[in-house]
């Protein structure tokens, strides 16, 4: 053997000797996983039923439609189910368990993916109503076709909102691989667990964080930059659905590169955020956070101002 024969076999041996080390960084020989790639491609087929035409640009005959539709509604509902079973019972596995075991199984899986393809009519009701707010609600908007094609923020959102729908029920993997796709391709960063109300409109995007626990209301508008997190990122909590993120209600506008932090914090309803505003506490209706610039002292730059509708003066804080 050779030097280099040598050097390699020491090379093989020692990343062999990693994956022993650190065994949670690979998945030799264990269950069966459905691959990203499949999750995109499920997703995309799912979005062409939402917004026919429209996803990859196909040209539907409207006298072939009922085929096209009834032939990708089934391959839809097979492979959905059956990613939902491989991923089900690889959570299983990891607690030492076989799916298997449980003869319910199959039909439990199978009724959650037909549910899910009864939910795209009403889902279709709700995409159209946040279509209708981003079109109302931005002059550079010259049609809601514009909208559907082009703009990432309805992207965003209807891949998040077929994630919520398994997110919540408890369907592992496939929800986290579908929003980080679309956080790829857009820049928008929602957590499945999130939960958007109708009419959510997103302008821009670009660096939107919303986290898990999140709860947003109607008609509420967020531009870019904007965060939703929880106010200590770096704990590690003992219940994942604790409620770590900010409550949205409805009509409240997110001006761009706003901060909301902290499971406690209530943005009342029809209350602005102001651009760059850093807020962990809560904020009662009707209310206008704002950063205002102050021309005093050089160890003085900004200041951050609330002007409540039930008084003409400025509250610090």
């Given at each position: 053997m050779?030097?280099t024969?040598k ?5 093989v041996?020692?990343v062999l000797?990693?994956y022993?080390k650190h065994?949670d960084?690979?998945?030799?020989g264990q269950?069966?996983?459905p691959?990203?790639?499949e999750i995109?491609?499920l997703v995309q087929?799912?979005?062409?039923l939402?917004?026919p035409g429209?996803i990859?640009?196909?040209?539907l005959d ?6 096209i539709?009834g ?16 991923v089900?019972?690889?959570e299983?596995?990891?607690k ?6 449980d003869?319910q199984?199959?039909k439990r899986v199978?009724g959650?993916a ?12 709700v ?6 707010v981003l079109?109302e609600g931005?002059p ?6 514009e909208?559907?094609?082009s703009?990432p923020?309805i992207q ?6 077929i994630?919520?729908f398994?997110?919540e029920?408890k369907?592992?993997?496939l929800?986290?691989?579908m929003s980080?796709?679309v956080?790829?391709?857009?820049g928008?960063?929602i ?5 958007l109300?109708?009419g959510t ?9 919303i986290?898990?626990?999140?709860e947003?209301?109607?008609?509420v ?10 106010l200590?990122?770096?704990k590690?909590?003992?219940?994942p659905h604790t409620k770590?993120h900010?409550?949205?209600e ?5 001006y761009?590169?706003a ?6 914090t209530?943005?009342?309803?029809h209350s602005?955020i102001?651009?760059?505003?850093w807020?962990t506490?809560s904020?009662?209706?009707n209310s ?8 005093m002292?050089?160890?003085v730059?900004?200041e951050?101002?609330m002007?409540?509708?039930?008084s ?6």
């Open positions: 050779n030097d024969e050097r390699l076999q020491d090379i041996h020692a000797q990693s022993k065994p960084l690979e998945r030799i269950t069966h996983l691959t990203k790639e995109v491609a087929d799912i979005q062409m939402l917004f429209f990859r640009q196909e040209m409207p006298l072939a439609l009922p085929y539709i032939q990708k509604t089934a391959s839809i509902f097979h492979r959905l189910q059956n990613y939902m079973e491989e089900l019972c690889w299983v596995s990891q030492g368990f076989n799916c298997q075991d003869p199984f199959s199978s959650i037909l549910e899910f393809l009864e939910y795209l009519p009403t889902l279709r009701e995409l159209a109503k946040d279509v209708d079109y931005d550079a908007a010259r049609s809601r076709q909208i559907v094609i703009y923020g965003a959102i209807s891949v998040h909102r994630a919520h398994l997110y029920h369907i592992p993997l929800p986290r691989i980080e796709y956080h790829s391709q857009t928008i960063d957590h499945p667990g999130a939960r109300g109708i409109m997103i302008d821009h995007g670009t660096g939107i964080v986290g898990e626990t999140t947003i209301g109607d008609y508008r967020i531009y870019q930059g904007v965060t939703l997190g929880a200590s990122p770096l590690k909590w003992n219940t770590r900010p409550t949205i409805d009509h409240v506008v997110i761009a590169g901060t909301i932090l902290g499971g406690h209530v943005v009342g309803k602005i102001g651009g760059n505003v807020l506490r904020v009662p209706p206008r956070v704002i950063w205002e610039a102050r021309e002292s050089p160890s730059e900004k951050e101002m002007l409540c509708p039930d003409n003066s400025k509250i610090s804080h």
